[in-house]
């Protein structure tokens, strides 16, 4: 393995951890800005109150792109072990 090899196959790492990440950062901001909108409009000023709906609404996001996450590893993985394209 050459180094263009060893940095192709981190950079598709990478990428790829970035991809499978993104649903649950993207709910939980948009869960975090509604919340804070929500506390700006009432002024309750609790920090404690986002944290319970934020985790609610991640394991929500996680459970539905379940399938599609578990896509990408499996064609990655195979990818690796050279039975096909990335």
């Known amino acids: ?14 990428i790829l951890a970035l991809l499978i990440s993104a649903p649950m950062l993207v709910t939980g901001l948009i869960v975090g800005l509604i919340l804070s909108l929500l506390q700006a409009v009432t002024q309750l000023q609790e920090q404690t109150l986002t944290f319970v709906p934020k985790i609610i609404a991640m394991v929500l996001a996680a459970i539905l792109f379940m399938p599609w996450i578990a896509a990408k590893l499996l064609a990655y993985a195979a990818a690796m072990f050279g039975s096909g394209p990335f």
């Not at 393995?1 to 990478?14: T, Y």
């Open 1 to 14: 393995m050459g180094v263009e090899q060893a940095l192709q196959i981190g950079r598709e790492m990478l």
